[in-house]
């Protein structure tokens, strides 16, 4: 089974450019999660997708950052303009959350590493 | 709001000997709890979670927790490390009322294991 794809696996910008990041999630998971994670902390969670729907997005600068998650399988993650603050990992995870079933778990991608000068 | 702490950044440790990474939340509602491993330039990937039952949880690679809910604690446990255990740990906690909601990950723990 493939798991969680992210792409590129590492981006480098100037300062006031745009970036994208994108995620393919795991087959079937209706649940799919983008992270940021600054060097030495844990994940923090910036959006949360129940297939299509953004259900928590609490936590994403929207003033910069947008998401979307069209026909709720792949999703991209934008940045427009970047900041040198933005440097750090983008995260992406999936899972499979039902009324009935669900894992707990989340399965993560590789991360895009992103470097702003 | 929910946090977790885990309470050393770096935990050094000879090869075959026993670890203990320790994990206390916040949280006064119900909670799950995890373990995650991130190896360098990786996504993070479970180890073990806690969603009910017994407070003893056994994970992949030899790893184990326990849920000590009077101390508000999830300390992971090996008995005897390996080389390849060498990563950064991460703890994390998830309101049971949140059903599928977001996690809350502790600062991490960085395992270095010397042989």
């Known amino acids: 089974e493939a798991g969680v794809v992210q792409s590129p696996r590492y981006k480098i910008i100037e300062k006031k450019q745009p970036v994208a990041f994108w995620c393919n999630p795991i087959?079937?998971?209706?649940?799919l999660y983008w992270y940021l994670q600054n060097l030495g902390q844990g994940p923090e969670l910036l959006i949360r997708?129940?297939?299509?729907?953004?259900?928590?997005d609490s936590q994403l600068p929207k003033d910069r950052f947008s998401a979307e998650r069209l026909k709720g399988v792949d999703s991209t993650l934008k940045i427009q303009p970047a900041e040198l603050g933005d440097s750090a990992v983008y995260l992406c995870?999936?899972?499979?959350?039902?009324?009935?079933?669900?894992?707990?778990?989340?399965?993560f991608g590789p991360g895009t590493r992103l470097t702003v000068t | 709001a929910q946090s977790v702490t885990q309470l050393d950044s770096q935990v050094p440790v000879f090869e075959e000997a026993p670890v203990e990474l320790r994990c206390n939340y916040s949280?006064?509602?119900?909670?799950?709890l995890f373990w995650y491993v991130q190896y360098p330039n990786q996504g993070l990937q479970l180890l073990l979670k806690?969603?009910?039952?017994?407070?003893l949880v056994k994970g992949i690679n030899g790893f184990e927790a326990e849920f000590n809910k009077s101390q508000t604690s999830f300390h992971l446990r090996k008995p005897s490390v390996h080389i390849s255990d060498t990563a950064e740990y991460f703890c994390?906690?998830?309101?049971?009322?949140?059903?599928?909601?977001?996690?809350?990950f502790g600062q991490g723990t960085e395992l270095s294991v010397k042989p």
């Open positions: 995870a999936s899972s499979h959350n039902s009324g009935t079933s669900n894992s707990y778990e989340q399965y």
């Open positions: 087959s079937g998971h209706n649940t």
């Open positions: 997708y129940e297939n299509e729907e953004a259900v928590d």
């Open positions: 949280s006064s509602v119900s909670v799950y």
């Open positions: 806690y969603l009910s039952g017994s407070t």
């Open positions: 994390a906690v998830s309101d049971v009322y949140n059903q599928g909601g977001k996690l809350i």
